[in-house]
T-cell receptor, first 113, second 115 residues
């Protein structure tokens, strides 16, 4: 099972870029890296997914180095509404379905005015 | 709005009782997942169904059971409830069978309070 490690919490100010790094040293060849966002009392929401190099969508960017042992979620110009918990998930082997759904403690991002 | 619906939104019951939580997946999604989130445990995967069949099992207690019906909605049954079962219960759905590239869409959750 690919275990992930993220900072427990981060603080930022409105308008700044925020980078949250996730370590996954034993990532497997077939694993993808997926990030979810969760607001209080709501279900997690998919943000972005990638396999290698860089992925960008309208919400965030995901940077994955060549060795894939870590990944960085980048949120450009955060606002107060980006205050949430961010989870990094790394899938296990293709057929170990149940082990794909391990949400760690996540990173609690607080955006200050 | 993710397209996943869950009922009821809130549920208050007593220890020893049994409750049923209901989930309707997004249109076209074949997989349904159940998660439990409590303050001290984080988000815990319980069980997954794919097209009516159990596909994966996580940290689900023997007092808990689930099923997915032919119309693809799912129910999570919690029995002999204990105070520690108080939590938010989320249902999620995806189009695939749970591969690591599947995006899961989460419902709004059911808040269960056991008194």
């Amino acid at each position: 099972l690919a275990k992930t490690t993220q900072p427990i919490s981060m603080d930022s100010y409105e308008g700044q870029e925020v980078n949250i790094t996730c370590s996954h040293n034993n990532i497997a060849t077939n694993d993808y890296i997926t990030w979810y966002q969760q607001f209080p009392s709501q279900g997690p929401r998919f943000i972005i997914q990638g396999y290698k190099t860089k992925v960008t969508n309208e919400v965030a960017s995901l940077f994955i180095p060549a060795d894939r042992k870590s990944s960085t979620l980048s949120l450009p110009r955060v606002s107060l509404s980006d205050t949430a918990v961010y989870y990094c998930l790394v899938g296990d082997k293709w057929d170990n379905y149940g082990q794909n759904f391990v949400f760690g403690p996540g990173t609690r991002l607080s955006v200050l005015p | 709005d993710s397209g996943v619906t869950q009922t009821p939104k809130h549920l208050i019951t007593a220890t020893g009782q049994r409750v049923t939580l209901r989930c309707s997946p997004r249109s076209g999604d074949l997989s349904v997942y159940w998660y439990q989130q409590s303050l001290d445990q984080g988000l815990q995967f319980l069980i997954q169904y794919y097209n009516g069949e159990e596909r994966a099992k996580g940290n689900i207690l023997e007092r808990f059971s689930a099923q997915q019906f032919p119309d693809l909605h799912s129910e999570l049954n919690l029995s002999s409830l204990e105070l520690g079962d108080s939590a938010l219960y989320f249902c999620a759905s995806s189009s695939g069978g749970g591969q690591n590239t599947d995006t899961q869409y989460f419902g709004p959750g059911t808040r269960l309070t056991v008194l």
